[in-house]
T-cell receptor
Framework: GAVVSQHPSWVICKSGTSVKIECRSL??????MFWYRQFPKQSLMLMAT?????????EQGVEKDKFLINHASLTLSTLTVTSAHPEDSSFYIC???????????FGDGTRLSIL | GENVEQHPSTLSVQEGDSAVIKCTYS??????FPWYKQELGKGPQLIID?????GEKKDQRIAVTLNKTAKHFSLHITETQPEDSAVYFC????????????FGKGTHLIIQP
């Protein structure tokens, strides 16, 4: 069965609005979750590492004030795209891992379309 | 940082034949190499992974080989079936998989009936 649940699966909104995406670990408590972005027909790019109870670690070039990450519990991380613009339209996918020497399992992603 | 190259970008094989996808990585500190299968509109699904202390791993029709010296690893799918058609991604990371993954650009595998 699914290890990771992501919601919503698809969202369309107007330019300038903020959008929140949820990532839930269903099978285990995850102190670390990862957020990736995938543009059409391209690869996945790591955006940030979400750490429960502390600040997220962002990859170079990813604006932390633009992509707000909250990992308030051991089973839930949220990604908020603030003041979204058309260039933020993408497929956002989270993953979870039980820890060292354990594989990462991905959610089914959220397709974000900004008009 | 890590850089992962993946080839070919598209691979078309006859049903029943074998398919091989190759990846190279740049960071000698990477020690975990998973392969994912992604179908249209879905998230990647882990199909097999290998760690740096192992040279080969097999799971039914799927196998992965790792050459640490040359910094390359390959996915082998035997007896291909139509349901194997998808995009396949290789990835690499340090920390035994506890770190974020660096992905290759993907291979679109097409199984011709």
């Amino acid at each position: 069965g699914a290890v990771v649940s992501q919601h919503p699966s698809w969202v369309i909104c107007k330019s300038g609005t903020s959008v929140k995406i949820e990532c839930r670990s269903l099978d285990f408590q995850a102190t670390t979750m990862f957020w990736y972005r995938q543009f059409p027909k391209q690869s996945l790019m790591l955006m940030a590492t979400s750490n429960e109870g502390s600040k997220a670690t962002y990859e170079q070039g990813v604006e932390k004030d633009k992509f707000l990450i909250n990992h308030a519990s051991l089973t839930l991380s949220t990604l908020t795209v603030t003041s979204a613009h058309p260039e933020d339209s993408s497929f956002y996918i989270c993953s979870v891992s039980r820890g060292v020497n354990q594989p990462q399992h991905f959610g089914d992603g959220t397709r974000l379309s900004i008009l | 940082g890590e850089n992962v190259e993946q080839h070919p970008s598209t691979l078309s094989v006859q049903e029943g034949d074998s398919a091989v996808i190759k990846c190279t990585y740049s960071d000698s500190a990477s020690n975990y190499f998973p392969w994912y299968k992604q179908e249209l509109g879905k998230g990647p699904q882990l199909i097999i992974d290998i760690r740096s202390n192992v040279g080969e791993k097999k799971d039914q029709r799927i196998a992965v080989t790792l050459n640490k010296t040359a910094k390359h690893f390959s996915l082998h799918i035997t007896e291909t079936q139509p349901e194997d058609s998808a995009v396949y991604f290789c990835a690499a990371s340090g920390g035994g998989g506890a770190d974020g993954l660096t992905f290759g650009k993907g291979t679109h595998l097409i199984i011709q009936p």
